[in-house]
């Protein structure tokens, strides 16, 4: 198993970034909050998990161990492989999955795109047990902080991928209609969703 990789950032794409490790570039799949920490020619250093099937070799790559855990523990409910265990991450921190496993939140379970309010209440009677207790407050805290902060997240994952401040600055723009309608409704705007939606505006103005 491959259980990090280290090196500079070699490329930036909406779903991976490849890290040069010893002369070879490294493909890592990982989540658009995962991507935004990251530059081009900058050092980085991913937790990774290796997914093997007969016809692929994926890498998947995670800001730290607690996420590498975490999407590895949810591929341990039936139904749940890697793509649907990385958007749960792409929507919810660890301790904030952890937090509605707990407390048997369906609704921040179906906010999470492929999620339904059935498939919801089975992952709740499978994982309730295995995620282990929420941190605490202060991550509540900082989850709740870091949610308030979408644009300079958004904006930032714009500019590591390669796009002009202008540019990322009219996307932001663009998507922040969609944001305020779900914070309006009491919901937490994606970053990986608003991400999406940007790069569709910032394809259609070219």
Request: charged share 20%.
């Amino acid at each position: 198993m491959i259980a990090f990789v280290s090196g500079p950032v070699a490329a930036l794409a909406p779903d991976t970034a490849v890290v040069e490790v010893g002369g070879i570039g490294m493909a890592v799949q990982c989540t658009p909050g995962t991507l935004s920490g990251l530059r081009v020619g900058q050092q980085a250093r991913l937790a990774t998990s290796l997914v093997v099937r007969e016809d692929s070799l994926t890498l998947y790559g995670f800001a730290d161990d607690d996420e590498r855990q975490t999407f590895e523990l949810l591929q341990t409910a039936s139904g749940v492989g890697p793509r649907l265990a990385q958007a749960m991450l792409a929507v919810h921190t660890p301790d904030a999955l952890r937090r509605a496993f707990a407390s048997g939140d369906e609704k921040a379970l179906t906010a999470v795109p492929g999620i339904g309010k059935k498939g919801a209440q089975k992952l709740l009677l499978e994982l309730r047990d295995r995620l282990g207790e929420p941190v605490g407050p202060a991550a509540a805290a900082a989850a709740t902080s870091a949610a308030a902060g979408w644009r300079d997240q958004l904006h930032a994952a714009l500019v590591g991928l390669g796009y002009a401040g202008r540019d990322a600055d009219e996307a932001v723009a663009a998507v922040t209609p969609q944001a305020e309608a779900v914070a309006a409704e009491g919901g937490t705007p994606q970053v990986g969703q608003l991400l999406r939606a940007a790069l569709q505006s910032l394809n259609r103005a070219r």
